[in-house]
C-alpha cells in the first residue's frame, strides 16, 4: 500500500512504539498511585509533559493530556465561552476550520453565542481586514487554524493574534496539522511575534498513538487564561480533566514531539522535495489545477482538482494507493468539501479533487507508482465521459 493520507492519520512511528512498550506491559501502575510503581509511571508521564512543551516552547502546567484535538477543542472552546460569557457571547472563528471546531460553534449557537464564520479568500487566506473588521466589543475568542488539513494552506495566525490581542481578545489556535511539522512556538508565531492563548494538537497527526492529544492553556500572568473543568472526577490534569492517565498514549505523544523536533529540519526538505516532484508531474496532466495558495503552504501537502474527474471513482481505481477527496474528515457525510466550497469552487468542482498529503515514510518508488496510476486513472475516466 501507498499511504498519501498523512492529514488523515500518520503511521505509527516504530521508535514511538518502542518508548510506549513498557507502559502497555510492566508499567501499568495508575499515574495517580503513590507506591512506587506509580511514581514510575507519574515519572514517565512528567518526562512526557516536558517533551510536549518543549515542542511547544511552553511551561509544563500549560499542557493538559486529552483524548485528542477534537476533545483538546471542546475543552478550549466550551470552556471559553463558559468563562467569559460576562464580557460578551461573540465568537469569531472561519469557514474552512475544521469539523471539531466548527460543530462546537454551531452547538455554542444554540446556547446563546453568536459566531461570525469568516470568509477566505480564493487561495484559501484570511484577508486580516476581514478579520479586523469582524472584531466587536462583544468578542471573547477569535479561533483560526494554524494549518488547512485539506488544502495545506497556513493561515498568518501571528498577525491574526496581535489584532485580537490589540482588541483585548483571546485567541486560539487548531495547529494539530502544524505541531511536529512547522516550528510551533505558544510565544513566537511568526515574526511578529505574537502569542497564541490556547492552542489544540493531536499525537496521530505527528507519528504518535491515536487517542491522545493536548491542549495549551496560557497560564503564565498577565495573560492566563480561565477555564472551568468539564471534566470533573478525581482532579486529574490540575482539576481541567479528571481521568487516570493514559499512560502509554501521553509517553508516545512525548517521544512523537522529540522525535518531530529533531527530524524536523530535514523532514521538511526531503517530504518538500517529494511532494514538489509529485505535484509537479500531476499538474502535467491536463485540466488540473492547484486548491488553495502555494506558498503559504504546509510542504506536505497538495490538493488537486482534475477536470471531469469525480474523486470517489479516482479513489477507487487508484487501487492499493491511500488518498483523500478532502471530506475524508467528515467521513460518514456525502456532502461536497466544506473547504473548498470556501475556496469558491462549485459543487461539481469540489467533487473532482484530490488530496495528497506525503509523510516521514513516504518513498520516491511512491511518488513515482502515484504519478502513474493517477495518470492511467484519470485517462480512464475521461475517455467514459468522451
Ligand atoms: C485531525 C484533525 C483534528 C481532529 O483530531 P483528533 O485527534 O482526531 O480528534 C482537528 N483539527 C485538524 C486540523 C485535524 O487535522
Known sequence: MIYLDNNATTRLDPRVLEAMMPFLTDVYANAASTHPFGVSASEAVKTARQQVADLLGCETHEIIFTSGATEAINIALKGVAESYQSRGRHIVTVQTEH?????????????????????????????????????????????????????????????????????????????????????????????????????????????????????????????RVKLPALLHGGGHERGFRSGTLNVPGIVGLGKACELAGQEMPVQTQSIAALRDRLEAALLQIPGTRVNGNREHRLYNTTNIYFEHCDSDAMIMGLEGIAVSNGSACTAASIDPSHVLLALGLNETEAFSCLRFSLGRFTTEADVAATVKAVKEVVEGLRALVG
Open 99 to 223: 469539523k471539531a471546531v466548527l460543530d462546537v460553534c454551531g452547538y455554542l449557537e444554540t446556547r446563546g453565542f453568536e459566531v461570525t464564520y469568516l470568509p477566505v479568500q480564493p487561495d484559501g487566506l484570511l484577508d486580516l481586514e476581514v478579520v479586523k473588521a469582524a472584531i466587536r466589543p462583544d468578542t471573547i475568542l477569535v479561533c483560526v487554524m494554524l494549518v488547512n488539513n485539506e488544502t495545506g494552506v497556513i493561515q498568518p495566525i501571528h498577525e491574526i493574534a496581535e489584532l485580537a490581542h490589540e482588541a483585548g481578545v483571546l485567541f486560539m489556535t487548531d495547529a494539530t496539522q502544524a505541531v511536529g511539522k512547522l516550528p510551533v512556538n505558544v510565544d513566537a508565531m511568526g515574526q511578529a511575534g505574537a502569542s497564541v492563548d490556547l492552542l489544540a494538537l493531536s499525537g496521530h497527526k505527528l507519528y504518535g498513538p491515536k487517542g491522545i492529544g493536548a491542549l495549551f492553556v496560557r497560564q503564565r500572568r498577565p495573560n
